[in-house]
């Protein structure tokens, strides 16, 4: 069975501080893959998506990059965080348009 | 019109009571439906997918109205543990590669 797997859980970063957040998917192969964040109050936006390595579309202009260096690994990053990046950040992974969610990860930045 | 609407709720309901959710969703091109159940600082779970013909899961019983542009959510005999926030996802064309765009959710409330 296909699991997917986000660390840290938790995160608290200074504001001006990089980021890096790893997923990775287990018991699939060539999986879309995509980057959500769901701030208080506010839906679950899509940030980035990927169909395959190195392939990565972007949704909304901001501070934060996104990476596929293998098949399986979806990488979020930033250089310099800003307040507004707090929020539950969730990876997900798909084929076809069915998503499967992994355990998010809840970032704080003060 | 926002692309995916759902009603915030809360909707508060005794356990046994039957409950209806709606999503409203914009685009009349739009093929794909799922409804996901998230609990409290978790995340979504994939609930059902809703098919033309309706689905049903055990209690909970998903629709499409492609006229109305509206997917319901309907669950009979409620449980404690169905409180939750439920949402919606729509796939919105033209958007790429299987993208969805999820409604802000309903939050349930299941009380003794």
């Known amino acids: 069975s296909q699991t997917i797997h986000q660390w840290p859980a938790t995160l608290v970063q200074p504001v001006g501080s990089p980021l890096s957040l790893e997923c990775t998917v287990e018991?699939?192969?060539?999986?879309?893959l995509y980057w959500y964040r769901q701030a208080a109050g506010r839906g679950l936006q899509l940030l980035f998506y990927s169909v395959g390595i190195g392939q990565i579309s972007s949704e909304v202009p901001q501070n934060l990059s996104a990476s596929r260096p293998q098949d399986r690994q979806f990488i979020l990053s930033s250089k310099k965080l800003l307040l507004s990046d707090s929020g539950f950040y969730l990876c997900?992974?798909?084929?076809?348009?069915?998503?499967?969610f992994g355990p998010g990860t809840r970032l704080l930045v003060l | 019109r926002k692309e995916v609407e759902q009603d915030p709720g809360p909707f508060n309901v005794p356990e046994g009571a039957t409950v209806a959710f709606n999503c409203t969703y914009s685009n009349s091109a739009s093929q794909s439906f799922f409804w996901y159940r998230q609990d409290c600082r978790k995340e979504p779970k994939l609930l059902m997918s809703v098919y033309s013909s309706g689905n049903e899961d055990g209690r909970f019983t998903a629709q499409l109205n492609r006229a109305s542009q509206y997917i319901s959510l309907l669950i009979r005999d409620s449980k404690l543990s169905d409180s939750a926030t439920y949402l919606c996802a729509v796939n919105i064309p033209p958007s790429g590669y299987s993208t969805l765009t999820f409604g802000k959710g309903t939050m349930l409330l299941v009380s003794p």
């Open positions: 997900a992974w798909g084929r076809g348009e069915t998503q499967y």
């Open positions: 018991g699939t192969s060539n999986p879309n």
